[in-house]
């Protein structure tokens, strides 16, 4: 790349790069989510009513929804 202008045009300066992030983050803290695992189904997973699919989705899920890993960390701390 050093000795190629056209792909250094094409590349992002470090400083858009960040500006990028930071749009991308902020989209993401203020997306409401859509597919959203309720309160009452979390419950349900975790008094184990779930069958190994629908757990696997819960699982999946947990893994990029903020909302729900906070949420069923909250409901680990009152397991028995």
Partial sequence: MAK????????LSEEQ?????????????????????????????IDGQFSREESAKVEEHSKVCAVVLK????FQNFAC
């Fill in 71 to 74: 949420t069923f960390a909250l």
């Fill in 4 to 11: 190629c202008e056209e792909c250094r045009k094409r590349l």
């Fill in 17 to 45: 790069l960040q500006q990028a992030i930071v749009r991308l983050h902020r989209q993401i803290s203020t997306a409401a989510p859509t597919d959203c695992i309720t309160y009452d189904l979390l419950a349900d997973y």
